[in-house]
C-alpha cells in the first residue's frame, strides 16, 4: 500500500487540503485561514487570539506557541492573557481601533478562549462586549471550553447558559471538522450580527484528533437579502447609550442572526423519515455524534430509518434556535426525542417553538413521557445510553427482530456497566519529584485549604488538607470561617499562576481582615496541570516577595531547593527569611504561630517541567542516581512516606518484599535520600548497559482485521508513559493509509501514575467515523497496557465478549498508595482473571511487557510500543506496520527505540520464546521468587545465618525450625505453613541489619552483582547513613541525622564486616545502644513465642500458632522507624499469644 505524502507541517500549510489535527490544532489553523480568506476578499484583515488556559482548551496555547514561526508573517496576534474576563475586555478592544478611524487594518477578527469557570468570572465582560458588538470586518468568536464529566476541574461545567444570559448565539461543532466550518461560519456570522458569537468547545471534540478538509473554499456564507438593517447598522459604534444597546441586541441582532441562520442553513436534515416520518431526534454537537453511533449499535441505517420514520435533525446553532427549521423538521412527527448532555437547552426551545401547532408532536430528552429521567443532565452521555432511549421508541410502534437483539445487548452492556466495581484503582498522584510531594505537608496539628492546580491533588492524600474555592478566591472562605471558629491558624495553597490570574486579591482581602493564615505560595516555573506552560508575564521570586509584602505579609519565608540562588544581601523586603526546603517544617511552625497574614514562598521547579528541558538540552541533567541495596533494605516504607514519591516501587524478593528505584521515571528530587534507612546509595557517572535497536530479525506481514463499520480500540495505560504518543502515532498511520480516524484521550488529573485511556476509532473514509469514545461493549481491541485501568469498571465492560480482542501488560504498576502504605498489594490475579473471563480465555493474550521491553531497550517508555506491536501482529490493529512504522518517524522522537520495540512487540506475538529468552538474556534482573520448599527455604536461610555470622549461629537457627517442623507434623500432618512463618521470622530477627551486617553487604559480591544488572559502569557511590556514634539528632525530628559519605566509606565497610564476631560479646562497641538491645529483646521474646508453639500447637489452635508465628512480619525498618514497628506490633502480638493460649481461632485485625 502506498502510503500518502505527509509531513507534520500540512496542518498549517493552506495549500494542503487533506490534513491530520487536533481539535485545538484546528483553531490555530482556523486563524489563518479566516485571514487568507479575508485576503482573497481584498481585505486587510489581522487577527487576535486571547484567553486563559484550562481543560479541555489547556493546551491551546501551547498551539499558537508551536506555531509561532508560521503566524510570524502573518498579522495574527497571539497573546495569552492574566485571566478571562481581561482577555474578553482585550477582545472587545480589538473592535475598537478601527471605529475610532485608528485602525491600521480593515478589521481585526478575534478568538476568546476559556473553559467555564471562566466563562462564569468572565459574564460582565462578556455581557459589555456583545452588547458593544463588534466591527464589520472584525467579528469575534468565543470558545467556551467545558468539562462535562469534571475530568479535570472542581465542577462539573455547562457553559451555554451563561452565553444566553449575555445574548450570545451559540454553534455547536461536532467534531474537529466543524471546529474549522463552524469556526469560520461564526465570524462571518458575527460581523453581519454584530454579536459575539460563541463556540462550544468539549473534550471529545476540541481534544480529538481527526483527518479533516481544510480547504479554504469549503464553507460559503451569503448575507440575507431579506433582513433590514436598522440606520447605522449593528457594529460597534463610539458614544453608545448602554439602553441603545440594549435595544440594538434585542429587537435587531437576534433578528439579524435567526435570519443569517435562516439563508445559510448550517443545520442539517441527516435522515428524511421515508414516506410516514413518526419519530425524530434532533441533536447537535458532540450528542451528535453519539446519536449516530446510536444508529449504527442499532442496525438502523437510512434504509431502516425510511421504513420505520426516523428522521434526525442536526444542529450547528443551539440557541437561538431558528423556528422554522423546527417546525418544518416537526411536521407529521408524533414524537420527537432531544438528545443533549447537561441541561437541557435545546428541549426547551423546541417545546416552546412547537407550542400550538397543529399536530404539536410530544417531545421528550431530559425527561421520559412520564416525567422520569430519560437523558440525564448529570455527568455525560453516551452511544448507549442514547440507543436504549431510541431502541425503546423504535420498538413501541414497530417489531423489528434485529434492534431488539440489538437493543437487548447493550442493555445488557449497560447493565454490566452499572453493576461492574473496580477491582483495583489509579488513583490520580503526584509525578516523581513534584515539589508538592514535599510542599503539601502541613506540621502536625495545622490544617491548610487546597488551591487550584496540581496540588488540588494533595486531599487525596493524608495531609490534613480539605477543601477549596473558585480559583482566585483561596483564602477567602477563612475570613469567614475565623471568627467562628476555634481554630488560630491555617495554611492556604495556592499557585503562583493563581496567584497571577487573580489570587492577588484573596491575599489583600486575608490581609485586610486580620485573621491568622499563611498562603503557601508555589513557584513552580511552569503550568504544570496544563502542559507545562510558563506563568504569564515575569513571576520572580524577589518581585512576589515584594508584591506580598506590599499587600500586607508581615512575615515572609522563602523555601528553596537551592537556595544559594538567593543572597542573603539581596533586595528582600524586611522581615524575609531564606530557607532550604529541608526546613520546611521549622518555617511552618513559626509561621504558624505568627498573627495576621504571613507567606511561606516555595520555589522549585516543576518535575515534569524538568524532564522536558533536559530531554531537550535545556536543563543540565544532574550525573547521579539513586539505588537501593536490596539487601540491606527492610521494606519498611519510610522513603516512600518521606518522599511520597512513586518512582519508588515494590520489589519481591527471597527474603520478602524490598524497595527498588524506578531509574526510567526517576526525576532525580533525592527526596527519599531522607527515608530513615542505609540502603541508599547515589550512583555518580552512571553508565547504562547499550541496548542495541538493531533487531536482527525478519517479521511476516500480520493479517490484517477487516474494516466493516468503523473499528474501535480502547488503550489503557498510566499517565507520563506513553499512552497518548500510542494514540497519536494510531491516528497518523490511519491518516496516511488514507482511512478516515479519530482519536481522543481520557487523562483528565492523570499525571504521573494515574489513569490515562485512549480511544480510537479507525473506518475506510473520515465520513465513517462517529462518537470516537468506546461505549460499553463497543471495544474491538484492548490494548491493556496497564492492568488496574484495563481492570476497572467500565474498561471491562467496553469489552464485547467474543469480539473484543485483549493484550494485557501482567506488569504491576503501583498506584500512588504504595507510597504511605508498605504492605500495599495489587490483586494482579483477579485483574487478570476479569479481563480474561470477560473477553474469552482465547481472545485474551497477557505479557510481562514492561519488564521484556525494559530488558530488551533499555527504557520502560518501550512498554506501550511493544503492546502496540503485540496486538498489530496479532491481527487485531487495521493497519499496516509501514504506516506505523512512518508515523514513528512523523513524530520524530526516539525513533530507533520507538521501531525496534514495534518489532519486538511483533515478534512477541509469532516467537514468544525467543523474545523472552533475549530479553532474560539482556535483563539479568532475576524473576520474581515463586513457592519455595520449606526445605530450600531453610537451607537458603541457614547459608545466610553462617556468612551473617558463623555456622554454630545457623545451627541455632536449624534446631528452632526443626523443633517447630516436629510439632507441626503432629498437629497439623502435611502442612508446613507454621513451619515457613517461623523460618522467615525468626531468620529476619536473627539476622537482624545491624551497623556489622550493614557492612558486609555493602562489601560482598552481592552488591556489586545488583549494580552490574542496572549498570555498565560508573565513577563513584555515595553513602547515606547515620552513624550511631556520630550521627547528630534533629531536634524538629527527634531522628538521628543523615550525613553523606564518599567511595572510601566501602574500605570503612569492609574493616567494619570483620569485626563482626564481635557481635554480642562485651567488646562489641554498639551492644549498649538502644537498637542494639530491642534487637536482643525481640529475639528473646520470639525465641520464647516458637518454644511455647512448639510445646502447645494442636489441631484446634493450629491457625492460631501460625497467625503467631507471624507477628514480627511488621517489624522492619532502622532506629526510630523500627522502635515505632515494634511499639505497634507489640500489642497485636500479646492479642496473638493469648488467641493462641485459650485455643482460639485468630481473628483478622490490622496492627495499629
Not at 535545556?618 to 539487601?631: F, H, M, S, T
Not at 522507624?1121 to 500479646?1134: C, F, G, K, S
Request: proline share 5%; net charge neutral; glycine share 10%.
Amino acid at each position: 500500500m502506498a502510503l500518502a505524502a505527509v509531513s507534520l507541517g500540512d496542518k498549517y500549510d493552506l495549500g494542503r487540503s487533506r490534513i491530520l489535527l487536533t481539535g485545538t490544532q484546528a483553531i490555530v489553523r482556523l486563524a489563518l485561514m479566516q485571514q487568507a480568506r479575508d485576503r482573497r476578499m481584498g481585505k486587510n484583515t489581522a487577527g487576535y487570539v486571547t484567553g486563559y488556559r484550562g481543560s479541555p482548551l489547556g493546551g491551546l496555547d501551547q498551539q499558537f506557541a508551536r506555531a509561532a514561526n508560521v503566524l510570524a508573517p502573518t498579522d495574527i496576534v497571539f497573546q495569552p492573557a492574566v485571566n478571562e474576563d481581561l482577555a474578553a475586555t482585550a477582545l472587545w478592544g480589538t473592535q475598537q481601533a478601527e471605529m475610532r478611524g485608528e485602525g491600521r487594518f480593515d478589521g481585526v477578527f478575534g478568538i476568546w478562549y476559556g473553559k467555564g469557570p471562566g466563562v462564569d468570572r468572565s459574564g460582565d465582560a462578556l455581557k459589555h462586549a456583545n452588547l458593544a458588538g463588534v466591527s464589520p470586518w472584525g467579528g469575534v468568536l468565543a470558545l467556551m471550553g467545558d468539562d462535562h464529566t469534571c475530568e479535570s476541574s472542581t465542577t462539573a461545567h455547562q457553559s451555554e447558559y451563561a452565553f444566553v444570559d449575555a445574548m450570545i448565539p451559540i454553534l455547536s461543532p461536532a467534531g474537529v471538522q466543524e471546529i474549522l466550518d463552524y469556526g469560520l461560519f461564526g465570524i462571518a456570522m458575527s460581523r453581519f450580527t454584530g454579536l459575539w458569537v460563541g463556540l462550544k468547545c468539549v473534550k471529545d471534540t476540541v481534544e480529538s484528533t481527526a483527518t479533516v478538509d481544510g480547504s479554504l473554499d469549503r464553507v460559503t456564507t451569503v448575507i440575507p437579502g431579506a433582513y433590514r438593517m436598522p440606520a447605522g447598522g449593528l457594529g460597534i459604534r463610539p458614544g453608545d447609550p448602554p439602553l441603545a444597546q440594549e435595544e440594538r441586541l434585542h429587537e435587531s441582532k437576534i433578528a439579524a442572526a435567526l435570519a443569517f441562520l435562516r439563508v445559510n442553513v448550517p443545520d442539517r436534515l441527516v435522515l428524511s423519515g421515508g414516506r410516514e416520518p413518526r419519530l425524530g431526534i434532533i441533536t447537535a454537537g458532540k450528542s451528535y455524534l453519539d446519536t449516530r453511533q446510536a444508529l449504527d449499535d442499532l442496525g438502523i441505517d437510512e434504509a431502516r430509518a425510511a421504513a420505520h420514520g426516523i428522521k434526525l435533525l442536526k444542529l450547528a446553532c443551539t440557541w437561538p434556535l431558528e423556528p422554522n427549521t423546527i417546525r418544518h423538521f416537526g411536521q407529521r412527527l408524533e414524537k420527537i426525542i432531544v438528545v443533549e448532555e447537561k441541561r437541557g437547552l435545546i428541549e426547551a426551545q423546541v417545546k416552546e417553538i412547537l407550542y400550538g401547532t397543529r399536530n404539536q408532536p410530544v417531545v421528550v430528552g431530559k425527561r421520559d413521557e412520564a416525567g422520569e429521567w430519560l437523558l440525564p443532565s448529570k455527568g455525560a452521555l453516551d452511544s448507549n445510553q442514547i440507543a436504549i432511549a431510541i431502541g425503546d421508541r423504535v420498538m413501541e410502534k414497530f417489531q423489528d427482530m434485529q434492534v431488539d437483539r440489538k437493543l437487548a445487548s447493550l442493555k445488557a452492556a449497560e447493565a454490566r456497566l452499572s453493576e461492574g466495581r473496580d477491582i483495583a484503582s489509579r488513583g490520580f498522584y503526584f509525578c516523581p519529584g513534584c515539589p508538592y510531594n514535599t510542599s503539601t505537608v502541613v506540621p502536625e496539628g495545622s490544617r491548610a485549604y487546597a488551591g487550584i492546580g496540581c496540588h488540588y491533588m494533595v486531599q487525596r492524600m493524608d495531609r490534613s488538607t480539605e477543601g477549596y474555592t473558585q480559583m482566585g478566591a483561596e483564602g477567602a472562605n477563612w475570613v469567614g470561617e475565623a471568627p467562628f471558629s476555634t481554630r488560630r491558624h491555617v495554611f492556604q495553597n495556592i499557585g503562583d499562576g493563581t496567584y497571577n490570574h487573580s489570587g492577588s486579591l484573596a491575599i489583600r482581602a486575608a490581609a485586610i481582615s486580620g485573621v491568622n493564615i499563611t498562603y503557601r505560595i508555589y513557584v513552580n516555573d511552569a503550568v504544570a496541570l496544563t502542559g507545562g506552560q510558563k506563568v504569564d508575564g515575569e513571576m520572580s521570586v524577589d518581585r512576589l516577595a515584594a508584591e506580598v509584602r506590599a499587600e500586607g505579609a508581615g512575615r515572609i519565608i522563602i523555601v528553596s531547593e537551592e537556595p544559594e540562588r538567593y543572597p542573603v544581601n539581596g533586595m528582600w523586603p524586611p522581615g524575609t527569611t531564606i530557607l532550604h526546603r529541608d526546613d520546611l517544617d521549622t518555617a511552618q511552625k513559626e509561621l504558624a504561630a505568627t498573627d495576621g497574614l504571613s507567606v511561606l514562598i516555595y520555589d522549585q521547579t516543576c518535575a515534569a517541567e524538568k524532564r522536558r528541558r533536559r530531554k531537550r538540552g535545556k536543563l543540565a541533567d544532574p550525573d547521579r542516581r539513586v539505588v537501593i541495596n536490596e539487601l540491606v533494605c527492610e521494606g519498611c516504607g519510610d522513603c516512600g512516606v518521606q518522599s511520597n514519591c512513586v518512582a519508588i516501587t515494590p520489589l519481591e524478593t527471597e527474603f520478602g518484599r524490598k524497595r527498588a528505584i524506578d531509574q526510567s521515571s526517576c526525576n532525580k528530587d533525592m527526596s527519599c535520600l531522607k527515608g530513615f534507612c542505609p540502603s541508599f546509595v547515589t550512583i555518580h557517572g552512571a553508565r547504562p548497559h547499550e541496548r542495541s535497536t538493531e533487531t536482527g530479525f525478519d517479521l511476516p506481514e500480520p493479517v490484517l482485521p477487516t474494516l466493516d463499520g468503523d473499528y474501535a480500540i480502547l488503550v489503557t495505560g498510566v499517565g507520563g508513559t506513553g499512552v497518548v504518543t500510542i494514540g497519536a502515532l494510531i491516528a497518523m498511520a490511519a491518516h496516511l493509509e488514507g482511512k478516515g480516524v479519530g482519536a481522543i484521550d481520557m487523562a483528565g488529573l492523570a499525571q504521573k501514575g494515574g489513569p490515562v485511556t485512549s480511544h480510537i476509532r479507525i473506518a475506510a473514509t473520515p465520513a465513517g467515523i462517529s462518537a470516537i469514545r468506546v461505549a460499553a461493549g463497543g471495544a474491538d481491541t484492548l490494548l491493556a497496557c496497564d492492568m488496574v485501568v484495563a481492570g476497572s469498571a467500565r474498561s471491562l465492560a467496553a469489552i464485547n465478549p467474543g469480539r473484543t480482542r485483549a493484550f494485557v501488560n501482567s506488569h504491576e504498576t503501583y498506584p500512588g498508595e504504595f507510597t504511605h502504605d508498605a504492605d500495599f498489594t495489587l490483586p494482579t490475579r483477579r485483574l487478570l482473571q476479569s479481563i480474561a473471563e470477560r473477553a474469552g480465555e482465547g481472545n485474551t493474550r497477557t505479557i510481562e511487557a514492561t519488564r521484556t521491553a525494559t530488558a530488551l531497550l533499555g527504557d520502560a517508555i518501550a512498554t506501550n510500543m511493544f503492546m502496540l506491536g503485540l496486538a498489530l501482529q496479532s491481527g487485531a490493529i487495521p493497519l499496516s506496520p509501514a504506516s506505523i512504522e512512518r508515523a514513528i518517524e512523523l513524530n520524530g522522537v526516539d525513533v530507533a527505540m520507538n521501531k525496534a520495540a514495534l518489532a519486538w512487540g511483533r515478534r512477541a506475538a509469532i516467537d514468544p520464546v525467543a523474545v523472552a529468552e533475549a530479553s532474560d538474556r539482556l535483563g539479568g534482573r532475576p524473576t520474581e521468587p515463586g513457592r519455595q520448599s520449606l526445605d530450600a527455604i531453610v537451607e537458603r536461610r541457614v547459608q545466610f545465618l553462617t556468612a551473617y555470622q558463623n555456622a554454630a549461629y545457623a545451627k541455632r537457627f536449624a534446631e528452632a525450625i526443626g523443633a517447630i517442623r516436629q510439632a507441626e507434623r503432629k498437629a497439623s500432618p502435611g502442612r508446613d505453613d507454621l513451619s515457613a512463618a517461623a523460618a522467615r521470622n525468626l531468620f529476619k530477627l536473627m539476622a537482624m541489619k545491624d551497623e556489622y551486617e550493614v557492612a558486609r553487604l555493602f562489601t560482598d559480591t552481592s552488591f556489586e552483582r545488583q549494580l552490574r544488572r542496572d549498570f555498565a559502569s560508573w565513577d563513584k557511590l555515595e553513602f547515606h547513613l547515620a552513624p550511631p556514634l556520630l550521627a547528630q539528632t534533629d531536634p524538629e525530628t527527634g531522628r538521628p541525622v543523615k550525613s553523606s559519605f564518599g567511595p572510601w566509606m566501602r574500605t570503612g565497610f569492609r574493616w567494619l564486616a570483620r569485626f563482626r564476631r564481635l557481635r554480642g560479646t562485651p567488646f562489641d562497641p554498639f551492644r549498649y545502644s538502644a537498637d542494639r538491645r530491642l534487637e536482643r529483646q525481640l529475639l528473646a521474646d520470639y525465641r520464647e513465642t516458637l518454644a511455647l508453639i512448639a510445646g502447645q500447637v494442636t489441631p484446634g489452635n493450629y491457625g492460631a500458632a501460625v497467625a503467631l508465628a507471624q507477628y514480627p512480619e511488621k517489624i522492619r525498618g532502622y532506629g526510630p522507624v523500627r522502635q515505632e514497628a515494634a511499639a505497634t506490633v507489640a500489642p497485636e502480638a500479646a492479642r496473638r499469644r493469648a488467641a493462641f493460649v485459650a485455643g482460639r481461632a485468630p481473628v483478622a485485625e490490622a496492627a495499629e
